[in-house]
């Protein structure tokens, strides 16, 4: 094998933290994924993997010289395609994930117009509201809403995505209209745990620039947003929620917005990849389309989308529930 093949069959191997599992990818027998690991050891005067009967994991040195392949490996294939892409554009698959909801109510309807200006390229969407792991499930791009965790991936910031407060008319009818977070002692909301930790996320607002929360009452807790929305649909409690999520339920006066004026903070939406994609042409492309379309379908200047709501103010009338 030459030395960017060594670095690729090394870097396969921190992947799935397995020779089996590397060889089988890259159709290659395990004993030649062996050898040329300890061929890449010799060459290179270090001990890169740790290995044991049940798994295989880099180094302190292993792990700082797998960040060094995937760049040198991206700077080769993108110089090998530099000038067949200049003439025939960008190729290949493109493996994405993306949060339930906006894959399936943003991103998916949008899709064709992606394929038509990119014909040679095919798109994996992944939809989930795991935090899906890029390397391990050789990921090229996820996007993910809310804080990130120090994950020493590449960061793209799209923008922030405002929260709305709403609740069922049925709901408000039977206990009235929150106007203020004061209110809330007397009010219901759906719990939302997070399906990776567990925790009960907190009702939350902004004070003067300044974050609060409070424990509210709750008979339903959920650990996803199709569950989350449901429930507040069937009366049981107040929720918050991107506006795009509800945009039809609020048009049908299903649902209804209250206490505009005590938002929760805005989540921050970001782009992630491996280092080894921060020359990928096609995954370039795809994030310029991307940040354009999630900026128009949900980060809008008036941090709404562009969407018309209804603000229940007082008691219900049928104006207000159509």
């Excluded at 003439?87 to 394929?115: E, K, M, W, Y």
Aim: aromatic share 6%; net charge positive.
């Amino acid at each position: 094998m030459d030395r960017i093949d060594l670095f690729r069959v090394f870097a396969r191997v921190v992947e799935c933290a397995s020779f089996t599992r590397a060889a089988d990818q890259l159709g290659l027998p395990r004993s030649s994924v062996s050898a040329a690991v300890i061929d890449l050891e010799a060459r290179v005067g270090a001990r890169l993997l740790h290995r044991t009967t049940r798994k295989v994991a880099p180094t302190e040195d292993g792990t700082a010289f797998y960040d060094r392949c995937l760049r040198l490996i991206a700077d080769v294939e993108e110089t090998e395609g530099l000038f067949k892409q200049t003439a025939a554009g960008p190729s290949g698959t493109l493996r994405v994930d993306v949060p339930g909801r906006i894959g399936r109510l943003v991103i998916a309807p949008a899709l064709p117009d992606f394929l038509t200006r990119y014909p040679q390229i095919d798109i994996a969407l992944g939809v989930t509201d795991r935090e899906v792991k890029l390397v391990e499930e050789r990921v090229d791009c996820v996007v993910r809403v809310g804080p990130l965790n120090d994950s020493g991936l590449i960061a793209r910031a799209i923008g922030q995505l405002p929260l709305i407060n709403v609740a069922s008319s049925d709901y408000l009818d039977r206990f009235g209209t929150p106007t203020a977070p004061t209110d809330l002692r007397d009010h219901f909301a759906v719990n939302y745990a997070s399906p990776s930790s567990g925790r009960v996320e907190p009702w939350e607002w902004l004070d003067d620039g300044k974050v609060r929360t409070m424990r509210m009452r709750g008979r339903v807790t959920v650990n996803s947003a199709e569950a989350y929305i449901a429930c507040c649909l069937a009366g049981l409690g107040l929720i918050q929620i991107p506006a795009y999520d509800v945009q039809p339920h609020l048009d049908a006066g299903e649902l209804v917005e209250v206490m505009p004026d005590h938002q929760a903070a805005p989540l921050p939406v970001t782009l992630l990849y491996p280092h080894h994609q921060h020359l990928s042409r096609r995954l370039k492309v795809f994030a310029d389309w991307l940040e354009a379309l999630l900026k128009r379908a949900l980060l809008a200047p008036d941090g709404r989308g562009g969407a018309r709501f209804k603000r229940r103010r007082g008691p219900a009338t049928p104006a207000t529930r159509r």
